[in-house]
């Protein structure tokens, strides 16, 4: 698994008071398409923070079902293949410093989105959730619309973290 780590003033993890795990899924449909979700004017992948002592693919399955109504199970989720790290000094002005660590993982189904079983947030449902397939040859071009000048700043950076990961996802499963 590769592994990039982004550090705020030299903060080792001695310094750390929290530390925060997400995790992502890029899910491959048997067509070589990849679901995406927009919401807010930006696109992400599906996941969101562990509850608890989750595991990784324990949040995957839940994240995954709470927002396309797709209920995968452990076989169907590979390992993490990218890991990305975040020691934050001060994170937004809490006092306290946070490690931010999201795990990168593929997932090859052919089941659909249930839009009837999502469990979305408060901030999903207003900021209109939705999820659709993009097919491989176009997911680069369709995420990059994401990052102008009109985007929030953190659509942009989400934006630009699923177009590296995706890089290094390409070097790995090549045609």
Known sequence: MRVEEYVD?????????EIVTRVKVF???GKGQILILTSDGGCQLAGGHLDGNE?????????????????????EIDEPFYEIRYLTKNYKNSNKNRMSNVFYS?????????L???NLTEN???????????DKENFE????????????????I????ILKVFKELKNIIKD
Request: zero cysteines.
């Open 116 to 118: 009837t079983k999502i």
């Open 106 to 114: 593929v997932v090859i189904t052919d089941k659909k989105p249930d």
């Open 27 to 29: 899910i491959f449909n």
């Open 141 to 156: 071009k369709f995420v990059s619309n994401f990052i102008n000048d009109t985007q929030k700043e953190i659509n942009k």
């Open 55 to 75: 595991t990784v693919k324990q949040g995957i399955i839940r994240e995954v079902k709470e927002e396309t109504g797709i209920t995968l199970n452990n076989e």
């Open 124 to 134: 999903e449902k207003i900021n209109n959730l939705s999820v659709k397939y993009i």
């Open 9 to 17: 003033d030299n903060l080792t993890m001695e310094n750390i008071d």
């Open 158 to 161: 989400i934006a630009s973290e």
